[in-house]
Nanobody
């Protein structure tokens, strides 16, 4: 059974850092593009960052470039999102996603709150 379990969310002050993790099981992890999405209150879900199966290519939305880093450890079936210099507008529920062909899996989400 496919599982994506996010962890690492929490409350942080502006300018602080958090590292999100997503542990995957039940599918061939290294064959999937892994992504982090987020959904802020009252807004649509948006793609934050993606990384290809071997980790060779990454992609970010403009608002997080230079502050967030996506990475993966295929030996541990885990994808990470290192978030630095957090801003108030980064507050959202962050979701892990695995995608390949027509297979699309989601985690339950982890809440990140940036507040002073």
């Amino acid at each position: 059974q496919v599982q994506l379990v996010e962890s690492g969310g929490g409350l942080v002050q502006p300018g602080g850092s958090l590292r999100l993790s997503c542990a995957a099981s039940g599918f061939a992890f290294n064959g999937y593009v892994m992504s982090w999405y987020r959904q802020a209150p009252g807004k649509e879900r948006e793609l934050v960052a993606s990384i290809t199966g071997a980790g060779a290519l990454t992609n970010y939305i403009d608002s997080v470039k230079g502050r967030f880093t996506i990475s993966r450890d295929n030996a541990k079936n885990t994808v990470y999102l290192q978030m630095n210099s957090l801003k108030l507008e980064d507050t959202a529920v962050y979701y892990c996603n695995a995608y390949r062909d027509r297979s699309d899996y989601w985690g339950q989400g982890t809440l990140v709150t940036v507040s002073s």
